[in-house]
C-alpha cells in the first residue's frame, strides 16, 4: 500500500512510500463491477509504467545511465540478514529480466535500508538521468511472508524507473484509480490490484517471484534488451539449474520467464496437476493446480515441455518442439515447426500442426491416441523405432514383414501393429491388434513406408539416379519421387564438373540436404544421399522447412518459402532465405547472403560478406571479416564482428553492434541503438531518437534529427547530435561534441574536448582536462570542472561555472551567471545584466554592456563593470577595480584595493586596506573604510568620507563634501578648478593637514603666507579657506569647526 509521492528538493523524489498494513487486510479496495475501462496491451501497461506514470505526476521518465549488460553499484549494509537475503533474490529477479549486474559497494548508486517505518523508494534524478536511489523496507514487514519478497521486488522497480500501474500511491481504489481494465499482479508487479480485486482477470490469487510481463517489456524499454540471460540450455521447474527464487516453479507464486537462448525445457514431469502449458511467448498457463500463474516473456522462445500424470494441455509455438506428456488424456499441440510429440500413457489427442512432425511410440501403453492433423505432405512421421525393438521385432522390413498396417476406420485410419503377448489390445472395431494411433484424415491405402519411421527401415536415398553427371546438369526433384523412393535408386552424383544445380523448388516436404554427401539426408521421411566428391554447387529447396548445408564450392542455396536452416560451409557462397524465419550460416569464404521476408538469423562466418536482411526482424552476425551488413525493413539486431565492417540498420528500431574493427554504422530511420565497441569507427543514427555508444577508439558519431544520446567512451571521439534534445558523452579522450539546435546535454568527462551545444536551452559539462566549451544561443548551463578551460556561453540568460583550473570564460548577450571557482580565472560577461563571481585565486571579470554584478571573492582580482549601473564587490585580495560607464556600486573589501568608479554618480566603499579610489566623472559617493586610503573625487559633485586611518583625500573638480573621520588626514586641492568642496570634519587636534603646494607653482607655502595669500574668512563657527590667484580671491574649501582666529601655519596647510 502506497502514500502520496512527496517532492523534497527539486532534484529529489520519494515515491512509494508503504504503510505497516499486511496486503490482506483490506488496505487495498476493489468493485466487483467494470465500469467500461479500457483493456490495456502489454505494450501500453510498460509505456505507462516507463512513461505515462511520471508524465500524469508532472515529472520526466528516468533511468540509471546504463544499458542491459551494465552494472549498478548496491548498498545492502542497511539491512538484517533477512532482508540482504531477499533483497538479492528481488535483485537477481530484476537480472534475469533486464541483464543489469547489481554488484555491492560502499559507495552505491542504490542503498538499502529497513530502519524506517513501511516500504518506500527515493531518487534522485537529474534530467532524465537517476543519479541515486534509496530503498527501505522495515523489518516488520518479513512477518507478511511472501509478500516481503514482492515488496523488494516492487521497490527495486522504482529504484531502476518505473511507476506504478495507474494513478495512485498510498492505497488505490480500483473503480475511481485503475486505468484500465486488466491493471493486476498478474500484468506487473508494479500494480497495486492483486489478481482477485481485479475483476476482470480470472488468474488465481498469488504473490508474485519475479517481474511481470509488462515490467519486463517496461524495463527493457529503459534499458535494452539483454542478451547475456539464460543464453544457454536452460531447464525451468523440475531439476532446475537456476538459483533464481522461483524458477522450478513449485513456491506456489506467480512466475514469468526471459530467455536469450539456447534449447530450453519447462519440466513439469514429477507432478499430477492437470496442466495447461502454452510455450507462445506473451502467453499465460495454468500450472500446479492456479490460474494464469506461469507466463513467458516477448522474445522468449522455449522449445520443450513435460508434463507427469494429469490431464494435461500442452501447446508449442512455431519452433521445433519436443513435447511430452505422462499417463493421462492428455491434448498435445505442435504448431508451427519440425515438432516431436510424445503423449505417454493414455488416450491422448496429438496435433503436429504446420511442419514436418514425429509422434513417437516407445511402448505399448502409449497407444491409443488421436493424431488429428497427420500430413504426409508436410512430411509428418510415426516413430516406432523403439517400441518395435520393446515388442522383440529384430527384422529389417516391418512392413514387409506384416508388423504394421492402416486399417480403415471412419474420418481416417488406424495404425496398427501386429499384437501378442500381454500387450494385445482390441480397438472398438474389433482389431486383434495394436491400436496405435487413429490418423485422421488418412486412407487406408496410404502407404505405411511413408507413415512409420524406424531407425532399421531401409529407405533408399532418391529416385532411379537422375543422371550420372554431364558437365552444367540440373537434377531435378519432386514430390512424386519421394512416393516412389527405393533403395535401388542409388546416389545422386555429379563428378564431372561443370556448375550444377539440384533443383527442389516443386517439393512441398521438409528436407534435409547436405551437398558434400557428409551425412544422409531427408526429402520428407525418405533419405537423400549425396555421394562424396560429388561437384554440385546450387540447390534450390521448395516451401517447406528445410535445412541445408553446402560444400567446398562457391554454392547458392536459395531457401525460398519456408523456415530454413542454410549452411554455406567453405567457398564464396550466395545463400537466400526466402520468405519464412530463416536462419543464413554463410560459414567460411566471401559470401553474399539474402534474408528475404521474415524475422532471419543471419550469421556471415569468416571472409568479408555482404549480407541483407530483408524485411522483418532480423538478427544478423557478421563475425570475422570486413563485411557489408544491411538489415533492411524490422527491427534488427545486427553484430559486426571483427574486421572493418559496415552496418546498415535500414527502418525502424534497430540495434548495430561494431565489436572490433574500424566500423561504419548506418541505423536509418526508428529509435536506434548503436554500439561501436573497439576500433575507430563512424556512426550515424538518422532519424528518430537513437543511441549511440562509441566504445574503444577515436569514433565519429552523428545522431541527426531527434532526441539523440550518444557516448563517446574511450578515445577522441567526434560526435554531433543533429537536431534535437540530445545527450552527448565524451568519456576518456580528447572529443569534439557538437549537439545543434535543440535542449542538449554534453558532458566532456575526462580529456581535452571541445563542446559546442548549439542554439537551445543546453547543459555542458566539461569535465576533466582543458576543455572548449560554447553554449550558443539559448538559457545554457555550463561546468567546465578540472582543467584550464575555455568557455563562450553565446546569446542567452546563461550559467556557467568554470570549475578548478585558469579558465576563459565569455557570458556574450543575455543575462548571465558566472562562477570562475578555484584558478586564475578570465569572465566577460557581455552583453545584458550579468552575475560575475570569480570564487577563489586572482580572477579578472569584465561586466561589459547592462546592469552588471561582480564579485572577485577570494584572491589578487581584477573588476571592470564596463557600461551600465553595475555591482562590483572585490572581497579579500589585493584587487582592482573599474566600473566603467553608468552609476556603479563598487566595494572593494579587505586589503589594499585600487578603484576607478569611471563615468557616473558612483557608490564606492574600500572597505579594509589601504586603498587608492578614483571616483571619476560623475556625482560619486566615496567611503574610504579603514586603512590609509588614497582618495579622489574627479570630476561632479561628490561626497567623499575616507573612514578611519590616515587618507588623503582630493575632491576634485565640482564643490565636494569631504568627510575625513578618525586619523591625521589630507585633503588635497591640486588645482584651482578643486575649489569649492566642504571639509565637514576638519580636526586640527586629529593631525588634519591641507595640501595646497600644488596651487603655488613652485612656490612654497611658506612664501605664500608671508604674501599673504591664504585667508581665513570668518562664517560662523567655522571658516572659508580662501586663495589669492592673481588678485582673484577663490573660495577653495568651507572648513566646519574651524575657528577663523586659527593661525595660518605650515603645520597645517602644505
Request: hydrophobic share 35%; glycine share 20%.
Amino acid at each position: 500500500m502506497c502514500m502520496m509521492c512527496l517532492a523534497r528538493d527539486p532534484g529529489q523524489t520519494i515515491y512509494d512510500s508503504h504503510i505497516d498494513a499486511p496486503l490482506t487486510d483490506g488496505g487495498i479496495s476493489a468493485s466487483l463491477t467494470d465500469a467500461g475501462k479500457p483493456t490495456y496491451t502489454a505494450d501500453q501497461i510498460a509505456d505507462y509504467l516507463a512513461v505515462g506514470f511520471w508524465q500524469d505526476n508532472g515529472q520526466q521518465t528516468r533511468s540509471f545511465d546504463v544499458q542491459a549488460g551494465g552494472t549498478i553499484t548496491v548498498n545492502l549494509n542497511g539491512l538484517d540478514a533477512t532482508g540482504k537475503a531477499t533483497a538479492l533474490q528481488a535483485l537477481e529477479a530484476w537480472t534475469a529480466v533486464s541483464g543489469l549486474n547489481f554488484t555491492q559497494s560502499t559507495n552505491a548508486m542504490i542503498t538499502f535500508d529497513d530502519t524506517q517505518s513501511g516500504a518506500y523508494n527515493s531518487s534522485y534524478t537529474s534530467g532524465t538521468t537517476i543519479t541515486s536511489s534509496h530503498v527501505n523496507v522495515h523489518t516488520s514487514w518479513q512477518s507478511y511472508g511472501e509478500y516481503y519478497l514482492q515488496t523488494y521486488i516492487h521497490e527495486i522497480g522504482h529504484a531502476l524507473g518505473l511507476g506504478h500501474g495507474g494513478m495512485y500511491n498510498g492505497s488505490a481504489n480500483y473503480d475511481t484509480q485503475a486505468h484500465y481494465a486488466n491493471d493486476s499482479w498478474q500484468m506487473s508487479v508494479m500494480s497495486y490490484f492483486s489478481q482477485h480485486e481485479n475483476p476482470n482477470v480470472s488468474s488465481s490469487f498469488a504473490y508474485l517471484a519475479t517481474a511481470q510481463m509488462a515490467d519486463i517489456l517496461a524495463i527493457q524499454s529503459l534499458y535494452g534488451t539483454p542478451t547475456n540471460v539464460q543464453s544457454g540450455d536452460t531447464i525451468y521447474g523440475d531439476n532446475t539449474g537456476l538459483s533464481q527464487h522461483g524458477m522450478g516453479l513449485n513456491t506456489g507464486k506467480a512466475v514469468t520467464i526471459f530467455d536469450s537462448g539456447g534449447t530450453d525445457l519447462v519440466d513439469l514431469g514429477s507432478r499430477d496437476w492437470n496442466q495447461r502449458l502454452d510455450l507462445r511467448a506473451e502467453s499465460f498457463s495454468d500450472i500446479n493446480g492456479k490460474i494464469g500463474n506461469f507466463a513467458i516473456a516477448r522474445g522468449t522462445l522455449i522449445e520443450n515441455a513435460r508434463t507427469g500424470e494429469g490431464s494435461d494441455h500442452i501447446g508449442g509455438n512455431g519452433a521445433g518442439n519436443r513435447l511430452e506428456s505422462g499417463l493421462g488424456a492428455d491434448t498435445i499441440l505442435g504448431r508451427g515447426g519440425d515438432d516431436v510429440l510424445i503423449g505417454g500413457g493414455g488416450a491422448d489427442t496429438l496435433g503436429g500442426g504446420s511442419g514436418s512432425d514425429a509422434f513417437v511410440y516407445d511402448t505399448a501403453g502409449d497407444a491409443g491416441d488421436t493424431i488429428t492433423d497427420f500430413s504426409l505432405v508436410e512430411g509428418d512421421r510415426v516413430d516406432l523405432t523403439n517400441l518395435f525393438a520393446n515388442l522383440g521385432y529384430s527384422g529389417s522390413d516391418p512392413v514387409g514383414d506384416g508388423m504394421a498396417w492402416l486399417a480403415a476406420a471412419s474420418g481416417g485410419s488406424w495404425l496398427a501393429a501386429a499384437s501378442g503377448g500381454s500387450w494385445l489390445m482390441v480397438d472398438g472395431g474389433g482389431l486383434g491388434a495394436m491400436a496405435i494411433a487413429f490418423l485422421s484424415g488418412i486412407a487406408s491405402d496410404a502407404s505405411i513406408a511413408d507413415i512409420i519411421d524406424v531407425e532399421s527401415v531401409p529407405v533408399g536415398p532418391g529416385p532411379t539416379d537422375p543422371g550420372t553427371g554431364n558437365v552444367d546438369t540440373v537434377i531435378t526433384l519432386t514430390n512424386i519421387f519421394a512416393l516412389s523412393w527405393t533403395e535401388a535408386g542409388s546416389l545422386i552424383r555429379d563428378t564431372d564438373g561443370g556448375t550444377d544445380t539440384l533443383d527442389m523448388s516443386a517439393v512441398t516436404y521438409s528436407t534435409k540436404v547436405y551437398l558434400d554427401g557428409s551425412v544422409a539426408g531427408k526429402m520428407g521421411s525418405k533419405l537423400l544421399n549425396i555421394e562424396v566428391g560429388s561437384d554440385i554447387e546450387n540447390l534450390l529447396l521448395g516451401s517447406a522447412r528445410d535445412h541445408a548445408w553446402g560444400n567446398a564450392l562457391d554454392n547458392f542455396i536459395d531457401g525460398a518459402a519456408g523456415d530454413d536452416r542454410l549452411y554455406g560451409q567453405a567457398g564464396n557462397d550466395t545463400l537466400r532465405g526466402g520468405g519464412g524465419r530463416d536462419w543464413l550460416f554463410g560459414e567460411d569464404g566471401d559470401d553474399v547472403i539474402t534474408g528475404g521476408a521474415g524475422a532471419d538469423k543471419i550469421s556471415g562466418g569468416a571472409g568479408a560478406d555482404r549480407i541483407d536482411a530483408g524485411a522483418d526482424s532480423d538478427k544478423i552476425y557478421g563475425q570475422d571479416g570486413d563485411d557489408v551488413i544491411e538489415g533492411g525493413d524490422g527491427r534488427d539486431t545486427i553484430y559486426g564482428g571483427l574486421g572493418n565492417d559496415r552496418l546498415d540498420g535500414g527502418s525502424q528500431a534497430d540495434k548495430l553492434y561494431g565489436h572490433q574493427g574500424d566500423d561504419v554504422m548506418i541505423a536509418g530511420d526508428g529509435r536506434d541503438s548503436l554500439y561501436g565497441d573497439a576500433g575507430n569507427d563512424d556512426m550515424s543514427g538518422g532519424g528518430d531518437a537513437d543511441k549511440l555508444y562509441g566504445g574503444d577508439g577515436h569514433d565519429i558519431m552523428s545522431g541527426g534529427g531527434d532526441r539523440d544520446f550518444l557516448r563517446g567512451d574511450a578515445g577522441n571521439d567526434v560526435m554531433d547530435g543533429g537536431g534535437g534534445d540530445d545527450k552527448l558523452y565524451g568519456g576518456d579522450g580528447d572529443d569534439v561534441m557538437t549537439a545543434g539546435n535543440g535542449r542538449d546535454y554534453l558532458k566532456g568527462d575526462d580529456g581535452n574536448d571541445t563542446l559546442d551545444a548549439g542554439a537551445g536551452d543546453d547543459r555542458l559539462f566539461g569535465g576533466k582536462g582543458n576543455d572548449a566549451m560554447s553554449g550558443g544561443d539559448g538559457k545554457d548551463f555550463m561546468k567546465a570542472d578540472d582543467g584550464h578551460d575555455t568557455v563562450d556561453a553565446g546569446a542567452g540568460d546563461d550559467r556557467f561555472y568554470g570549475g578548478r583550473g585558469n579558465d576563459v570564460m565569455s557570458g556574450g548577450d543575455g543575462n548571465d551567471m558566472v562562477y570562475g571557482d578555484n584558478g586564475d580565472d578570465v569572465i566577460d560577461g557581455g552583453a545584458g545584466n550579468d552575475k560575475l563571481y570569480g570564487k577563489a585565486d586572482n580572477d579578472t571579470l569584465r561586466g561589459g554592456n547592462g546592469l552588471d554584478f561582480l564579485k572577485g571573492d577570494k584572491g589578487d582580482d581584477y573588476l571592470d563593470g564596463g557600461a551600465g549601473d553595475d555591482r562590483l564587490l572585490g572581497d579579500t585580495g589585493l584587487d582592482e577595480i573599474h566600473g566603467g560607464e553608468g552609476a556603479d556600486y563598487i566595494k572593494a573589501g579587505s586589503h589594499d584595493d585600487t578603484v576607478d568608479g569611471g563615468d557616473g554618480n558612483d557608490k564606492i566603499y574600500g572597505d579594509s586596506g589601504d586603498d587608492t579610489i578614483d571616483g571619476g566623472a560623475g556625482d560619486d559617493i566615496i567611503d574610504g573604510g579603514s586603512g590609509n586610503d588614497v582618495i579622489l573625487g574627479g570630476e561632479g559633485v561628490d561626497v567623499i568620507k575616507a573612514g578611519s586611518g590616515d587618507d588623503v583625500i582630493t575632491g576634485g573638480i565640482g564643490a565636494d563634501r569631504l568627510l575625513g573621520a578618525s586619523g591625521a588626514d589630507i585633503f588635497v586641492f591640486a588645482t584651482l578648478d578643486d575649489f569649492g568642496d566642504t571639509v565637514g570634519d576638519f580636526s586640527l587636534r586629529q593631525g588634519d593637514q591641507i595640501s595646497v603646494s600644488g596651487l603655488l607653482q613652485g612656490g612654497t607655502v611658506a612664501d605664500a603666507l608671508a604674501q599673504g595669500l591664504f585667508a581665513l574668512e570668518a562664517d560662523g563657527r567655522s571658516s572659508m579657506l580662501t586663495f589669492d590667484s592673481a588678485g582673484t580671491i577663490v573660495e577653495l574649501a568651507y572648513l566646519r569647526n574651524l575657528s577663523s582666529d586659527t593661525v595660518l601655519s605650515e603645520d597645517w596647510l602644505i
